[in-house]
């Protein structure tokens, strides 16, 4: 296979990303606000489907950041602002299953992992309840 | 949700994987041979899927090695080794389309995405050439 890497073959749009370098993109409301960024993903080992992304939100400065693992089924990509949407009331991101970096979410346990998606209203990445 | 996190709960099996714990997960033949580790994943940013996985190859020390992006459908995750199974000859391997960290491969060009599918035999994450 020929490799050419010409400027204008170089700036073609793509949708793919390095696995290194999805921490830090934005994730917004569908009006634009900033809600936080993706700490990073939950990939099924197996199947090569993201499961989850990590939502880093709230804290200060990085401190107290709460991490939500949202699934991935409720996130949009907006090729525009080159960030995820996240369709999600004030409310419902407040009572959302969080953890923290000090007491990691427990991806072995099923039921925690059904509540998370009953919670957010989509169906589970692994097929039905 | 109430989060038990029992010792024994935590030790159960899942498949999932932070994308930031994926790099250095080993590559090997089905006869157990190490071919190499896995660098990155590339993610379809839309879909969610892994499309590749970029295998780091031959080298010393870490100097000269290969990056071979890898279509993700070669691959079969192994549970007992921990290690993902990449059954190739080492003609195939040795003629496989490859880059460097300092020569990227060029993700925006679909007409060497389907050379490196067609290399491999395998269908396109994207569907049908």
Sequence with gaps: MEATMTP???????????SDRI?????RR??????GH??????????????YAILSFGGFLGLGSNLLPLPWARLTFDRKLDAYQLDISE?????APSFTEKREFDWG???QEEA??????????????
Tied chains: 1, 2.
């Design 8 to 18: 204008d073959v170089m700036m073609k749009p793509h949708s793919l990303i390095a």
């Design 23 to 27: 921490e830090g993109t934005a994730v």
């Design 30 to 35: 569908p009006n634009g606000e900033r809600i």
């Design 38 to 51: 993706i700490e990073r993903l939950m990939i099924d080992k197996i199947s090569g489907k993201v499961s």
């Design 91 to 95: 409310e419902e991101l407040r009572s």
């Design 109 to 111: 346990d099923r039921s």
């Design 116 to 129: 998370l998606h009953r919670h957010y209203g989509v169906a589970p990445y692994w097929g039905e309840f």
